[in-house]
């Protein structure tokens, strides 16, 4: 650290009062008009900094604002991926050369549109936040009492910013889902998005006085597509820096020394380069989807899917005519989950199967755990049919051995696929998922189980890491935001599947069900409810063909800016 702090002094003016402004490059314009005499380094350029993050694609500048105040602009790229070491280590840098003062600068957009008391363009300083990330860059508690909102720094410029509000961060790189802004909405939250609170935490368990702001830049948090680039964060960040150098001389601290201050947080701090949390290898799930095909002696490619919990495999494998199987031991990158890869008929259409998943709270990163689906996609699948098994948590909608299909989620698991650098030969860096389970296949399911006459529940489910799911406590968070079952698997698969354009359908059976009341957690025989399963798939295969396609990009656009007054995809 004694090597970052001497490297960065030598661009700081160590007569004026320090203030580091830590935003995206959204707003680096808006950030640089207020400051004079700006000099630029990389990130990647200061010592022992982690370079092989995302965020060493960044810059910091340094400026000057009028006579009094030096001013530190830490500009990262839209979020690339969540790390907590380059949070705690820029913002220990910031204590060590006396820095006393951060202004966090965040994207977002309305939870509630009918809102009139905000519009697209407004600041807002954050009074709180609801943080639905899991990943915190402090080894420690931190109270949320210790938040913005008791910050002196915010308590004495509190008046400057017309709008005050409560922020939501979610994981990203997806945009939350509707029934995600439902959440936020029901808890009074008035704005959102998937910037990281990680760098406002770790300035405040360094004793850094803190203040965010909200630049409202979308109408929907769910999609930031079209969002104007405020124009008003200029002038709020000058009002706000007038104020301070008024009162410079309140906020004078002197720059710490290692001796004197050592590092707190060394489990978050790891200086060497580590491996990055990434989406998987492109070019090596070609070259796997070539030996796959010809292992399974493909003669007909299918375009339809099944990826399907081990508890559900006998009574669905045996409905199959299998030509063809491979172990997923075989394949390297699926070979610490149990399960295979089976090419075969389905009622004389062809289809691939995936029997055998694995969970996030396994320990598998999420790129191995949604590989199959890369796969799949990577061999021509166009739409894939998910099964799996809920715990419901809504008594008076669900009972165990319901037969479910998924029509949303909330992602309360922190944990999204599609953290890492995106992979663009995949799909896009930020996704559209307000239709992410398909409506034409969810039509066909619901069509189909009432032509079979087998009962079929609708449902909204909330994602979570597990593997403890069946708490009283859990129980009441879900069903309270209007959740009426928990799951803790294919979700991850169901996000990539939609990166790379597939159709999905949910469909699951209630293996256990807990009341919002202490009782007894009760358990289920599965082998009638797997035969009514598999009566309900040979159904949609027996009637249906649909293919599904993955569309082109203008259809795609179209389907971003439905509900705006864009129509025209050029633009």
Known sequence: MSAAVEYFTQFVDQEKLLVAVMGTSTHAQQITQIMQNCRVIQFSQIPHFPTIRSTSQGKILFGTYHENLSICAMIAPNVQGFYAEESTFLTELLKRVGCPLALHVLPTGLINPENKQLNVGDVVMLTDCVDCTTCHPVPKRLGMSQFIATSPIFTKYTNLISHNGVYMAFPGPTYPTPAEVSVAHEIKVDVGGITSLSTVFAAT????????????????????????????????????????????????AKPTSPAVAPLKHNKQLTYELTVPVIQGSYEEVCETEAWVKAKLSVDNPATMALIVESAFKDSLCKHIDVKSRIPYSDIPEMSAIEGEVIYGYFQGVPIYALFGTSYVNEGLPAHQITYGVRLLGTMGVQSIFFVGAFIGCDVSALSVGDLVLAKDHALLSG???????????WGARFLDVSELYHPELIKSVQTTAEEANIPLKSIFYAHMVGPVFNSPATAYYAKHYNMQAICTGMTQEIIVARHMNIASAFIGIVTASIDVQPTQLEQMDTQHLETVLSKLLQQIYKSSSTQVPRGDVEQQLQHVFKKDHVTDPAK
């Not at 630049?215 to 706000?240: R, Y």
């Not at 944990?415 to 030969?425: A, Q, S, T």
Request: glycine fraction near 6%; charged fraction near 15%; charge should be negative.
């Open 205 to 252: 368990a360094s004793s850094i006085q803190s203040i965010a702001l909200g630049v409202i830049q979308a109408a929907q948090c769910s999609n930031f597509e079209g969002g104007d680039v405020n124009m008003n964060l200029a002038q709020s960040l000058n009002t706000l820096f007038t104020a301070i150098s008024n009162e410079k001389d309140s906020y004078i």
């Open 415 to 425: 944990r999204n696929p599609l953290f890492g650098k995106n992979e663009d030969r």
